[in-house]
């Protein structure tokens, strides 16, 4: 990773901190992108108050919100007094092992505004580049400092369309999404991320950098039609200064440019493991679904299935918990005999202190498993933060990936700590595991998440669950191996279905799990989504539709130059899965038939 920090215009570093006037300090700064394009905010200073706006082009996209920090020792949301600022250019190149892409580069404007009150001081930080802007506050200082409250809102235009996550009290982001205007949403509070669209121009509201040292907020829309930030905590978050607090981000272009955006990563704090060679991605089975957990022959079953499919792992469950000593030993030897890793459950609250972790850690990885899912955190306290603080810091030293279910979003996380395969914070699968009583979901709900929790970070949705309780075609489910990612992507049905569909088995031998780059083809949230994804000298194109049967098109643009070969996976009349073939170059348009929430998995390699 390179990191560059240039003066703006051409002052020099030592003379970039510009005292303010004594006469009359600036009321108003206007900040926008190194190249000047696309987004521009707007900060003000009125009558002691603080105020962000940002606009994209001549369409304002977040109307004056305010800004500041409530501690227990001082407001400071009013009473300031403008001191100072300091102006740089950032410039980054930095890899990831998982996400849309793998390489990565930033190029922001950071400017470092300073306040006083009554010898207080508050520091704004804000970097803009051209796909949006994020903001934080630092406290300078020394010692225990509790952060009560922030000012921090957003005020979007009402008439905006609004695509929002109603935010449960068990944290775990498992809400079906809500679509309307902000005139029209309910009033209470959401989780992040939060889409909006103001004419043309589309904005996603979300954090990033969280750690212990803070709760992770969520957003409550009042009856002012603001969005306020808030913590989960009622009695605020306890840290130490200096404090520097976690980025608000707000992504924003057209719908294209969202998907494509780094800024999540981009404002995270860099890989705290110098040594990523041990981490590896890939396809894992998953027998909770339907076959249980508890069998160590079945294991083995599933073991065996991953080694035929080439896939990399088998997630076992909490039915390992009550084995005979030494069965798990024998699966994982079993597993690595195949060339399959095995991936243990967990409940967070056997991993939760310090003794725990330095006891079962250590053995896991001595008996030669190759990660945990870490499940029911259920939470977003700050208590919670510093628990996974703790366990990342522990599985990275233990050489153990990690998903984490029950638990909070990602907020750049995949950049900090690159063992972080995936995590849930959505309501996935397991939610129409057949039983009695279930609905299928919402078709609005898989063509919802490519453009909103999914560009949070690496989705555990465990997709291609044929035997589901669902409403959309084969052809479509099967697609949602390359419509959402994740870095370990664990595929839930029983081995023995998708036995039954060999035009499956064959596509899901050969989709990656892992990205070099990622394109929006087409897409509307809640009725289409259509991605190309590249890896390698491969490109995966997943298309999915929530609405009547329709031909969609796909643009081959995205193609290199020559002839290529497309293996597409399409839906028929009895909505199953169809396999044809054809030579396509990247000026073709592919005229895709799909049916009543359809979609449609192409393959595309060099001939």
Known sequence: MRRVLTPLATASLASVLIAAPAQAAPTKWLLT?????????????????????????????????????????????????????????????????????????????????????????????????????????????????????????????????????????????????????????????????????????????????????????????????????????????????????????????????????????????????????????????????????????????????????????????????????????????????????????VRWTDVDTDEERRAKLPLWREWGAAGLKIDFMDSDSQERMRFYDAILEATARNKLLVNFHGATIPRGIERTWPHVMTLEGVRGAEGIKPKPDRKPFPLAHYTTLPFTRNLAGSMDFTPVTFSAVRDNSDAAELALAVVFESGIQNFADKITNYAKIPLAERFLRTVPTVWDRTELLSGDPGDHAVLARRHGNEWFVGGISASAARTMDVPLRFLGPGRWKAEIYSDTADRTIAASTRAVTARDVLAQPVARGGGFAIRFSRE
């Open 33 to 345: 992108s190194p190249n000047g394009n696309g987004v521009a905010a707007t900060i003000i200073l009125d009558q002691g108050r603080l105020s962000l706006s940002v606009s994209h082009g001549r369409t304002v996209v977040l109307q004056p919100s305010a800004l500041g920090l409530r501690t227990s020792t001082a407001d400071l949301t009013s009473g300031l007094v403008f001191e100072g600022e300091a102006r740089h250019r950032i410039t980054e190149h930095y890899k990831t092992v998982t996400g849309r892409q793998r390489e990565h580069h930033a190029d922001a404007a950071e400017t470092t505004l300073r306040f006083t009150k009554a010898g207080q001081r508050l520091d704004l930080v804000v970097r803009v580049s051209a796909d949006g802007l994020g903001y934080r506050y630092v406290l300078p200082g020394t010692g225990p400092v509790t952060i009560t409250g922030e000012a921090s809102e957003y005020a979007v235009p009402t008439g905006a369309r609004a695509i929002l996550l109603p935010y449960n009290n068990r944290s775990d982001y498992e809400s079906i999404h809500r679509h309307s205007t902000v005139a029209d949403a309910q009033a209470g509070p959401y989780g992040y991320p939060s889409l909006f669209k103001v004419d043309d121009t589309w904005m996603l509201v979300s954090e990033s950098n969280m750690s212990g040292a803070y709760g992770a907020t969520r957003l409550t829309l009042d009856a002012d039609r603001r969005f306020k930030v808030t913590f989960p905590d009622a009695g605020g978050s306890v840290t130490t200064a200096p404090f520097t607090s976690p980025w608000r981000t707000l992504i924003t272009g057209d719908l294209a440019t969202v998907v494509a955006s780094d800024l999540g990563t981009d404002l995270a704090e860099p890989s705290r493991i110098a040594d990523t060679s041990w981490i590896k991605p890939g396809v894992s089975a998953w027998s909770w679904w339907g076959d249980g957990t508890g069998n160590l022959e079945l294991q083995k079953k599933y073991a065996d299935y991953a080694a035929k499919q080439g896939w990399e792992y088998i997630l076992v469950d909490s039915g390992w918990i009550n084995w005979q000593p030494g069965q798990v030993q024998e699966l994982i030897g079993y597993g690595k005999a195949r060339k399959v890793g095995v991936q243990l459950w």
